[in-house]
T-cell receptor, first 115, second 114 residues
Framework: QQQVKQSPQSLIVQKGGISIINCAYENTAFDYFPWYQQFPGKGPALLIAIRPDVSEKKEGRFTISFNKSAKQFSLHIMDSQPGDSATYFCAASTLLFGSARQLTFGSGTQLTVLP | GAGVSQSPSNKVTEKGKDVELRCDPISGHTALYWYRQSLGQGLEFLIYFQGNSAPDKSGLPSDRFSAERTGGSVSTLTIQRTQQEDSAVYLC????????????FGPGTRLTVL
């Protein structure tokens, strides 16, 4: 059972445009929602994250919008640049044991920003 | 400071052989995680360690997979009698004690089973 659904699978945006990636979750026990950026041959890197008591978080050109009632959240990349071309994963986190947390990932979105 | 490191970066092995993948977490991080990423796929959670303890091994794909962590630091993921379906990138992540437990990933080990 896929607990975090991500769309679209791929996205092509012109330089300067807005990239929007959407995720939906089912498990209400999730209490932390990070986004990861992954370049080919590299491990995922934490980009931005949000807790469910906040509806929006902005860091530079990256914004997460969170809708707790709809169990949906999205990543907006403003003024998209060719260097943003990468695969983006949304994730949802639950507490495991001690301080350990389990991340459940979406299936990923391959973003291409055209120059 | 140094991030999470993994070795080897690439491993090619023959079907039926055993392999060991190593992870060095960020110093001071108490939790360590292993994930598997198959070609073009998302990340599959395998196992985690809180200190040296792995409370839940149910995410391991089969009994050919095992993992250990010693000294609260280095971890080894071992795959016995490798199969072609084990081919994937194996990622390690670590986190420190915090409310969010932000996970920082290593570069991964690309395993190819011929």
């Amino acid at each position: 059972q896929q607990q975090v659904k991500q769309s679209p699978q791929s996205l092509i945006v012109q330089k300067g445009g807005i990239s929007i990636i959407n995720c939906a979750y089912e498990n209400t026990a999730f209490d932390y929602f990070p986004w990861y950026q992954q370049f080919p041959g590299k491990g995922p890197a934490l980009l931005i994250a949000i807790r469910p008591d906040v509806s929006e978080k902005k860091e530079g050109r990256f914004t997460i919008s969170f809708n707790k009632s709809a169990k949906q959240f999205s990543l907006h990349i403003m003024d998209s640049q060719p260097g943003d071309s990468a695969t983006y994963f949304c994730a949802a986190s639950t507490l495991l044991f001690g301080s350990a947390r389990q991340l459940t990932f979406g299936s990923g979105t391959q973003l291409t920003v055209l120059p | 400071g140094a991030g999470v490191s993994q070795s080897p970066s690439n491993k090619v092995t023959e079907k039926g052989k055993d392999v060991e993948l190593r992870c060095d977490p960020i110093s001071g991080h108490t939790a360590l995680y292993w994930y598997r990423q198959s070609l073009g796929q998302g990340l599959e959670f395998l196992i985690y360690f809180q200190g040296n303890s792995a409370p839940d091994k149910s995410g391991l794909p089969s009994d050919r997979f095992s993992a250990e962590r010693t000294g609260g630091s280095v971890s080894t993921l071992t795959i016995q009698r490798t199969q072609q379906e084990d081919s994937a990138v194996y990622l390690c992540a670590s986190s420190f004690s915090s409310r969010e437990g932000k996970q920082f990933f290593g570069p991964g080990t690309r395993l190819t089973v011929l």
